[in-house]
């Protein structure tokens, strides 16, 4: 049975930062493109970055340079540093990994705000 736990969210001032952890169970996040989305209420839900196997990464514009995903082979684990958080940046993230079939996990919330 594969498993994503997402951690790490939480409240965080405007320029704060957050780690978002995603704990995989049942797959190799190595053999896997691994990645992060979030969906903010009344929105879609969008894809923020992605880690290949190969260990390309991708950004969208607005997280590009504040931003990095990283994998932790070893940990089984796939990571989110999020530095100069911005009241946009409030979502639900999830954990997403891709292959043949796709897997989700449950999400965890940021919210931005002072």
């Known amino acids: 049975q594969v498993q994503l736990v997402e951690s790490g969210g939480g409240l965080v001032q405007p320029g704060g930062s957050l780690r978002l952890s995603c704990a995989a169970s049942?797959?190799?996040?190595?053999?896997?493109?691994m990645g992060w989305y979030r969906q903010a209420p009344g929105k879609q839900r969008e894809l923020v970055s992605t880690?290949?196997?190969?260990?390309?990464?991708n950004y969208l514009d607005s997280v590009k340079g504040r931003f990095t995903i990283s994998r932790d082979n070893a940990k089984n684990t796939v990571y989110l540093q999020a530095n100069s958080l911005k009241p946009e940046d409030t979502a639900v993230y999830y954990c997403?990994?891709?292959?043949?079939?796709?897997?989700w996990g449950q999400g965890t919330q940021v919210t931005v705000s002072s």
């Open positions: 880690i290949t196997r190969s260990g390309s990464t």
């Open positions: 049942g797959i190799g996040v190595s053999g896997y493109t």
């Open positions: 997403n990994a891709r292959l043949v079939f796709e897997y």
